[in-house]
């Protein structure tokens, strides 16, 4: 069974909460039984977790390589747009595939959200596809690790 770091990023615990027109109305609790639920049916184990702390979100990408994780999917939050700190850790795990994704579609939203700093280290970026985002952020792993086998 494959591994994968789910990591969600400041005020993603409030999904369902916050901003409805824009994150949905589908709780925290319920993305990640989905996330879990979807991974399983893919033979991956989908390790999920949220902070609002960008040295946690550092710490987690790190623990990622030394755990041998299959991968990460990430949504950065906030910190897609200002955290060197998260850029620099994804850069430094390579080859560990790092998928980032994000509920709305940041290219659409205000200027300063176009702006990743992770984003030129990870395989892609998923944006807009609401939380079958992190669906395809898995898929996309899985297909890169089969393709190097």
């Known amino acids: 069974m494959m591994k994968i770091m789910v990591l969600n990023g400041p005020n993603l615990n409030m999904v369902g909460i916050r901003e409805k027109d824009i994150y949905g109305t589908v709780s925290y609790k319920k993305m990640i039984d989905y996330i879990k639920e979807e991974a399983l049916k893919r033979n991956v184990k989908a390790d999920c977790r949220q ?19 299959d991968g990460i999917v990430m949504n950065p939050g906030a910190y897609t747009h200002t955290s060197i700190a998260i850029a620099d850790a994804v850069k430094a795990i390579a080859p560990v595939p790092v998928v980032e994704v994000h509920i709305s579609d940041i290219q659409s939203r205000e200027a300063f959200r176009h702006i990743s700093y992770a984003a030129p280290y990870c395989l892609t970026q998923i944006k807009g596809e609401g939380i079958k985002g992190y669906i395809s952020g898995i898929d996309a792993i899985i297909n890169s690790v089969h393709e190097t086998d």
């Open 51 to 69: 902070s609002n702390h960008e040295g946690d979100l550092v710490d987690w990408i790190q623990e990622a390589y030394f755990e041998e994780y």
